[in-house]
């Protein structure tokens, strides 16, 4: 049996979306386990000279965490030993979800090859999983439904909206920058200022709005109040080209917990003209999720 999963890099929080947003972007990894080969891990691609061979790996991790998941309703399923090679266009702790991206394609893996239909058929499952393993469902949201979507914390609760056609999103990516997930989560406030908190509720209303009816609101929906400023503080190369961008009046926004940028182009105002060590990206919106496909 041979599965190849296929999984998009994601932004999250778009700016005031604080750990609800998430957008997927049509860059993938590319995963595939193959049970008659020799069992081993295997990388190329982004990552592949410093993540583990030894199944200590999230993809794997998750591929074991989706069967423990699973067992209640199948206590006699085990999987069976396979080789899993991955092709990662991803870049690591550059806010591009890229932990878990392979925390859901271990997920979706995992279930088929327990023969169950969720990686395929139930975004849903697969997200639930991959989330409560890696922790960051604005993430898998829109790694598993593709598109955008927006998380309920508290309720688990996810709504996919389909991206306006005209959105032209940019990453503008560091190339030696990086930002742990966790050292930025700790950079953050326990607590926020009343007005910061309504000032974001109002951005984020409009944010959904122009990320799927009218795109041009996005120069004034893309500001945040809750994370951007602390984050960009941990990398002042990110926060001084943001604003750079804001300047030059495009839209743009910390990918995830940065360093990396999320910008919007449109007429008149495209990324250009970027500092030394600094490079833009042009992958798309993608629709679809995590998609798999089965050889037998």
């Keep these: 049996m041979r599965v190849t999963v296929r999984v998009p890099a994601t932004s999250a929080n778009l700016g005031p979306g604080f750990d609800c947003f998430g957008l997927a972007l049509d860059l993938c990894n590319e995963v595939t386990v193959d049970t008659e080969a020799e069992p081993g891990v295997s990388w190329e691609g982004e990552g592949a ?4 061979t030894d199944g200590s790996d999230m993809v794997s991790r998750a591929i074991a965490h989706a069967l423990e998941q699973e067992r209640p309703l199948h206590p ?5 030993s396979f080789s899993l090679h991955a092709i990662n266009r991803i870049p690591l702790e550059r806010g591009l979800g890229s932990s878990s991206a392979a925390a859901v394609a271990g997920v979706a893996l995992g279930l088929s090859l327990l023969g169950e239909e969720g990686g395929t058929n139930d975004p849903f499952t697969t997200f639930a999983y991959a989330a409560e393993l890696e922790g960051h469902p604005d993430n898998a949201a829109p790694a598993a439904f593709g598109g955008l979507t927006v998380f309920a914390p508290g309720s688990g609760y996810v709504h996919r909206f389909e991206p306006h056609r005209d959105l032209d999103p940019v990453v ?6 990086r930002l742990a997930t966790g050292e930025a989560r700790a950079a953050l406030s326990s607590s926020v200022d009343r007005r910061d908190a309504v000032f974001n509720i109002g951005h984020a209303a409009l944010a959904v709005m122009a990320f799927t009816r009218e795109p041009d609101l996005l120069l004034v929906a893309l500001h945040d109040r809750l ?13 001084a080209l943001l604003d750079d961008l804001r300047h030059r009046q495009i839209p743009a926004c910390l990918s995830g917990a940065g360093p990396s940028l999320l910008a919007f182009e449109r007429d008149g105002h495209s990324v250009s003209d970027l500092p030394e060590g600094w490079r833009a990206i042009r992958p798309g919106v993608r629709s679809k999720g995590v998609e798999v496909q089965v050889e037998d």
């Excluded at 951007?228 to 190369?237: F, I, K, Q, S």
Aim: proline share 14%; charged share 35%; hydrophobic share 40%.
């Design 76 to 80: 006699e399923a085990e999987l069976p």
């Design 49 to 52: 000279d410093e993540l583990p």
């Design 227 to 239: 994370h951007e400023d602390a984050r960009g503080a941990l990398v002042p190369e990110s926060a």
């Design 172 to 177: 503008v990516l560091p190339d030696r920058l």
